[in-house]
């Protein structure tokens, strides 16, 4: 099941992929002990989502059981995604190191499109130490790196950027490099492809906010596909306050969280009275915020 949201016109759209782990209590259809950092042997919920990182837009998600891997079906959930984007829209994916398999990767470049993505790779500390690393102009105490490697079942070796940094463990006193690596079909240099995935952490960031504030996954039932069902609307509420915001043109309210837009256009000072067998519900002449008051009014009139 999928929620798509809205482009406009672009024909280059950058994505940011991710998924969520739900504990679950008792024993609901499709909840099943996986990947749980929080309460681990816990069954659970697994969903994938893909937001627009330009918009904020839950452009697709997906509900899936506990025991799915993070990018179980990714192919198949992109090939959903892309039959409802405008023709030749290309894709510039980003995602973590659990988006890292090479099926995925052929298919984007089959497909023509781009992706940057952290890489997950036993021995990978060993790999990188064997590289010949440089100095990064105006980055002081980091290096650099570019080589090809082709893992395990890929068909061809692929492009890996790696950036490290000498750190010294506060409690040992030991000193060792931290690693930072990441694979892409993009030319870019070692720092800009460090700097450009840094920005897909304001992605975890908006699926927290869908979490907490929009209850993503938080209402269930013991019913899969009913979860699966409320999973989707809580997706349509969360892009519904993200287009309002996107519409009203205020750079303010594009801002705002679905929290900060409940507490201060939602949760507004007002009394119900009843006059002339109707009833009027009046508001303050001077809302807290009422540029913004105004942006949001404005948008659900029209």
């Known amino acids: ?61 997906w509900f899936r059981c506990g025991s799915a891997y993070t990018s179980n079906g990714i192919i198949e959930f992109m090939k959903q995604l892309l039959a409802h984007l405008p023709n030749r829209t290309h894709l510039f994916f980003r995602a973590d190191s659990g988006f890292f398999a090479g099926p995925f990767l052929t298919w984007l470049e089959c497909q023509g499109h781009s ?108 019913d899969f596909l009913a979860n699966a069902a409320l999973f989707q609307c809580a997706i349509v509420a969360y892009n519904t306050v993200r287009w309002m915001a996107l519409y009203s043109g205020d750079a303010v309210l594009r801002r705002w969280e679905v929290g900060t837009v409940r507490a201060f256009l939602v949760r507004v000072a007002g009394k119900l009275v009843s006059g002339a067998r109707q009833y009027t519900l009046k508001t303050p002449d001077n809302h807290l915020f009422m540029d913004q008051w105004l942006a949001w009014v404005k948008v659900g009139l029209t």
């Open 115 to 222: 992706y940057l993505i952290k890489v997950k790779l036993k021995g990978l500390t060993r790999l990188l130490a064997a590289q010949t690393w440089t100095k990064i102009k105006g980055q002081a105490g980091w290096e650099q790196c570019v080589f090809w490697y082709q893992c395990t079942g890929w068909i061809q070796a692929r492009r890996f950027l790696a950036v490290r940094r000498l750190e010294q463990d506060p409690q040992t006193q030991q000193w060792s490099y931290d690693y930072f690596c990441y694979v892409t079909s993009e030319e870019l240099t070692p720092w800009q492809a460090h700097k450009l995935y840094g920005k897909r952490a304001t992605c975890e960031t908006w699926l927290d906010e869908a979490k907490n504030q929009m209850g993503l996954a938080h209402l269930k039932t013991a």
């Open 1 to 61: 099941m999928n929620a798509i949201g809205s482009i406009g016109a672009s024909s280059c759209l950058c994505l940011d992929g991710d998924s969520t782990v739900k504990t679950v209590y008792g024993k609901p259809e499709g909840a099943e002990k996986g990947y749980n950092p929080q309460k681990r042997g816990a069954r659970s919920y697994h969903p994938l989502v893909v937001f627009c990182s330009s918009t904020k837009e839950i452009m697709q998600g």
